[in-house]
């Protein structure tokens, strides 16, 4: 490092900032070189069952996501700058100013740099920063604060290591059900998705905890989820009936707006249409599909 500083100061003034630039980018080479090799031999010992090397590989796993999301960021604060850099220059050249805007330049207050390069109100057709006009707005390319500025650099790459694709999960679900979905954090590396069965210890199907579950969701369905409210005598009479077990489930199905029919089938984002094929003219509903609304 002593000899490229010593051969910055022999070079010309546009050759300092490539050499400088290359100089930060150099150092993360290694950085990136380990974090591979490291996942490399993590996923080379393959799956294991003892606890202990499951911790350790847990910890390990963490550490390298650390240890990325500290490389990601460090590149974003990087290009950022170079980003803005570049909006400068660009500026400068078409107000036909000469400024190389390095170290050793004497800077003076051009006032249409701010208008060219705004924050609050950008123009891609005239500058486009694209992801880092993030770092515009947070202050970080400003501040002088070394420790907010490496923890929100860090943020950052923590938080875009892996993303969720947003606007497709909006699309797909209901906005209580997309809100859980992104809340779902992601893992750093590519794996494939593991079945796992939520009412065992050990994640495996079985048939007695599934008979188990069959039999709670079935006394929760006849005990406790119709029996509170204004209707619970209603509930009471209708599961004490001596009809069908079928029957008794429509007419509760029914009664908690649970049928599958085409307004909830749009509402769960399935169809896009919720017109009654047979009528063309209403929607299906609950009352609609059984034919209560009919004279």
């Not at 701010?114 to 005239?126: A, E, K, L, V």
């Not at 950052?156 to 290591?161: D, E, P, T, V």
């Not at 909006?170 to 590396?189: H, M, R, T």
């Not at 199905?253 to 919720?274: C, F, M, Q, Y």
Request: net charge positive; with cysteine.
């Amino acid at each position: 490092m002593p000899s490229m500083y010593s051969e910055m100061r022999r070079r010309t003034k546009s050759s300092n900032i490539t050499i400088f630039n290359s100089l930060i980018l150099l150092q993360y080479v290694p950085r990136v070189f380990q974090i591979y090799r490291y996942w490399k031999e993590l996923n080379s010992e393959g799956e294991s069952n003892n606890k202990a090397s499951q911790w350790f590989k847990a910890s390990w796993n963490l550490f390298l996501y650390i240890l990325a999301g500290h490389v990601l960021g460090a590149f974003w604060y990087f290009f950022s700058t170079q980003r803005l850099v570049a909006c400068w220059h660009k500026a400068c050249e078409i107000h036909g100013v000469e400024i190389s805007f390095n170290c050793d330049h004497n800077f003076r207050k051009l006032s249409f740099l701010d208008d060219f390069c705004p924050i609050d109100t950008p123009n891609p057709s005239t500058f486009d920063f694209g992801i880092f006009l993030e770092a515009r707005r947070s202050g970080s390319l400003e501040s002088t604060d070394y420790l907010p500025k490496a923890f929100y650099c860090f943020w950052w790459g923590m938080r875009n290591l892996r993303c969720w694709k947003e606007a497709e999960i909006d699309n797909l679900f209901l906005p209580e059900e997309a809100a859980i979905v992104k809340a779902i954090p992601l893992s750093v590396f590519y794996r494939d998705d593991l079945l796992f069965w939520s009412y065992t210890h050990d994640g495996s199907y079985s048939v007695k905890s599934g008979y188990r579950l069959l039999m709670e969701k079935e006394d929760t369905v006849l005990s406790g989820t119709s029996n509170g409210g204004a209707y619970s005598n209603v509930w009471k009479a209708i599961w004490s009936m001596r009809i069908p077990n079928r029957v008794r489930t429509l007419v509760w199905r029914a009664g908690t707006n649970s049928l599958p029919t085409k307004v909830n089938l749009v509402r769960r984002k399935i169809l896009k249409e919720d017109v009654c094929t047979e009528c063309q003219t209403q929607p299906e509903d609950v009352i609609h599909a059984l034919g209560l609304a009919r004279s």
